[in-house]
């Protein structure tokens, strides 16, 4: 159980282009989840938190018209990157809190590179 | 401001050579404390969750203990399948955004034969 899933795994883009990330939770209902992203040897840095139903809370220093955040239902959640730049090439990872309070599972990433 | 740190960074053991891996965090109000490992180019797999200090929690070869100050990822007759990347996250109340964890850069264990 507890299962999430991401696509794409990994995407290559034109800088200029937009990308979508899908975020599922596969097994459970998810009424919140959270995208990070992660640089090569750090650690994960929360991007924004996303609820089903409403507006994304993003952290200070993220550009929210340009990674936007959809949680239209509670088994899924998409991040956008909009009109990317090599600079946004990153590995992405999203987190969907579980039904024991506090827990949070992750998906296998996704790994995006802008050209 | 809610800090989490992780020692050593690295790790190089042999085979069953036992060790532990240590997590101290400074937050406001612990709501709970969670270990991960992560694999090169993988999401992070949920190992454990503590709650309250004098906790533990033991799976396969991995014990977590839990302190008011600190957590350990104790591991025990390693084997080279164990080698990833630990990672310690906690969760704070008051007025952090509900759920967020706060994470540590990790310990990087390699285990050879």
């Known amino acids: 159980g507890a299962v999430v899933s991401q696509h794409p795994s990994w995407v290559i883009c034109k800088s200029g282009t937009s990308v979508k990330i899908e975020c599922r939770s596969l097994?459970?209902?998810?009424?919140?989840m959270f995208w990070y992203r992660q640089f090569p040897k750090q650690s994960l840095m929360l991007m924004a938190t996303?609820?089903?139903?409403?507006?994304?809370?993003?952290e200070q220093g993220v550009e929210k018209d340009k990674f936007l955040i959809n949680h239209a239902s509670l088994t899924l959640s998409t991040l956008t990157v909009t009109s990317a730049h090599p600079e946004d090439s990153s590995f992405y990872i999203c987190?969907?809190?579980?039904?024991?309070?506090?827990?949070?599972?992750f998906g296998p990433g996704t790994r995006l590179t802008v050209l | 401001e809610d800090q989490v740190t992780q020692s050593p960074e690295a790790l190089r053991l042999q085979e069953g050579e036992s060790s532990s891996l240590n997590c101290s965090y400074t937050?406001?109000?612990?709501?709970?404390l969670f270990w991960y490992r992560q694999d090169p180019g993988k999401g992070p797999e949920f190992l454990f969750t503590?709650?309250?200090a004098g906790e533990e929690k033991e799976k396969e070869r991995l014990k977590a203990t839990l302190t008011k100050k600190e957590s350990f990822l104790h591991i025990t007759a390693p084997k080279p399948e164990d080698s990833a990347t630990y990672l310690c996250?906690?969760?704070?109340?008051?007025?952090?955004?509900?759920?967020?964890?706060?994470f540590g850069r990790g310990t990087q264990l390699t285990v050879w034969p």
């Open positions: 987190s969907a809190r579980g039904p024991v309070w506090g827990e949070q599972f």
């Open positions: 097994d459970f209902q998810a009424t919140t």
């Open positions: 996303s609820n089903e139903g409403s507006k994304a809370t993003y």
């Open positions: 937050v406001s109000g612990l709501r709970g």
């Open positions: 503590l709650y309250s």
């Open positions: 996250a906690v969760q704070a109340g008051g007025g952090s955004t509900l759920g967020r964890l706060y």
